[in-house]
Nanobody
Framework: VQLVESGGGSVQAGGSLRLSCSVS????????MAWFRQSAGKEREGVAT???????NYAPSVRGRFTISRDNTKNTLHLQMDNLQPEDSAMYYC????????????????????WGQGTQVTVSS
């Protein structure tokens, strides 16, 4: 399984970015797809998840501003980020957890089996 992120960049506060994650390879069971982020000196934190049934979950800090979605025809995961703030600056990672019994943004990153290389998002004030 390979995950490849794209779409990061630099924007001013209040701006928008759309991240994409191209997924290749086969996974079994109910797959939980997620976006995590990590900034310097901080732990990796869950941002948003989407489950096999399209149920979504968000971290409180991004709820109402970020939207996770997927295009099954293109095997692509997206994260639409609106009203970006400087505190959203981080490396953003796409992750997958096959055969998952649950799918929440609070799930530890250690429980995810596959990761992309990350894409940098920088928001200036």
């Amino acid at each position: 399984v390979q995950l490849v992120e794209s779409g990061g960049g630099s924007v001013q506060a209040g701006g928008s970015l759309r991240l994409s994650c191209s997924v290749s390879g086969s996974m079994y069971g109910n797959v939980c797809m997620a976006w995590f982020r990590q900034s310097a000196g901080k732990e990796r934190e869950g941002v948003a998840t989407i489950w096999y049934n399209d149920e979504t979950n968000y971290a409180p800090s991004v709820r109402g501003r970020f939207t996770i979605s997927r295009d099954n025809t293109k095997n692509t995961l997206h994260l639409q980020m609106d009203n970006l703030q400087p505190e959203d600056s981080a490396m953003y990672y796409c992750a997958a957890r096959p055969a998952s019994a649950y799918c929440y943004a609070v799930v530890s990153p250690q429980r995810f089996d596959y990761w992309g290389q990350g894409t940098q998002v920088t928001v200036s004030s």
